[in-house]
């Protein structure tokens, strides 16, 4: 079992940057490929960032790269979300979820969830 707990989202201007973290609790955090998803009012959940259990991998939605980093700190039990350059479109409630098998871009692959935290871009 793994519990995830967001934070770090609110209220920015576009052009601001935000970090989100994610705190997961339970000895088996470093087996689990962890990533980040968002899902705005009215539309399907969407693959943001994944991010390998060594943490050599990453990979990122094009809507995305070049703007957002993901990293993780097996020692703390985090993964964090990096984001630059924010742009209104890009406002939504961000989840962090750990993944063992299946494709890694698919909300359904994924075993865990944290609850959300709310990112809000304005412009």
């Known amino acids: 079992q793994v519990q995830l707990v967001e934070s770090g989202g609110g209220l920015v201007q576009a052009g601001d940057s935000l970090r989100l973290s994610c705190a997961a609790s339970g000895r088996t955090f470093s087996s689990y490929t962890m990533g980040w998803f968002r899902q705005a009012p009215g539309k399907e959940r969407e693959f943001v960032a994944r991010i390998s259990i060594s943490g050599a991998i990453t990979n990122y939605a094009d809507s995305v790269k070049g703007r957002f980093s993901i990293s993780r700190v097996n020692a703390k039990r985090t993964v964090y979300l990096q984001m630059n350059s924010l742009k209104p479109d890009d406002t939504a409630v961000y989840y962090c979820?750990?993944?063992?098998?299946?494709?890694?871009?698919?909300?359904?692959?994924?075993?865990?969830w944290g609850q959300g935290t709310q990112v809000t871009v304005s412009s």
């Open positions: 979820a750990a993944h063992q098998r299946g494709p890694w871009n698919i909300p359904h692959s994924y075993d865990y």
